[in-house]
DNA sequence: AAGTTTTAGACAATATTTGTCCAAATATAA
DNA sequence: TTATATTTGGACAAATATTGTCTAAAACTT
């Protein structure tokens, strides 16, 4: 199963840049960005987008895999977890279509 | 749409108690129990438990409540939503299959 | 071995959550 | 209405969690 950190490793591993560089140019401490890869600390969600930006990655898919590790280490040890995200997304819908967008 | 204030507000009117009463009973300042009903406020799991005991409601269902209302009140402005919960859950039984339960 | 990159861990700064209190608002009863 | 009781809003401090920064050890390269 491939993680948030896992896909920020390879794209670095991908443009062969080491941490410094990176670091220096998204502004992010270098020992943040080596965290992220191992999944130790998860990235901000503005992290993330200048991350993103850097790597060229899909904003969309970093979102989906950062959202969905959120809520993977909220439910981990829960159960009734599918009951859970199903009762979420009715609560989604129906908060979109009552108060629409935003 | 049934909100997990609702249940706990239905609950106390069934039975009839004031909130002072209830406080109480489940050591929980009444103007926290009050905004726990007016969705003000989430109670913490353990609060949960002790209302769920007092009032004889089903720990399942407000855990569901409780966790959904969470998810859906990260995920209400974002968009792919659906697509977030589709890995998640993928990830919740990666992990849940592979660390089998603990 | 020397130099470079990555990583672990401690720590302060910041932000968020939680519990508590009290007085204002609202409801109920006399 | 007035008096009494209940509920609610808001401010605040305490506790907890998150975040960024730094440093030096570990791991890797040359």
Redesign the pocket.
Known sequence: MKTLGDTL?EA?DGIN??????SAEV?????????F??N?????K??LIRLADFYNLSHKDLIISWYSEKIAEDLKYSESTSEILKVAEEKINYYKTHNNGK
């Open positions: 490793k670095r840049l080491i941490l410094r560089k990176v502004d992010i401490d270098q020992s943040l960005i080596s965290k890869e191992k130790e600390r998860k990235p901000t503005e992290q």
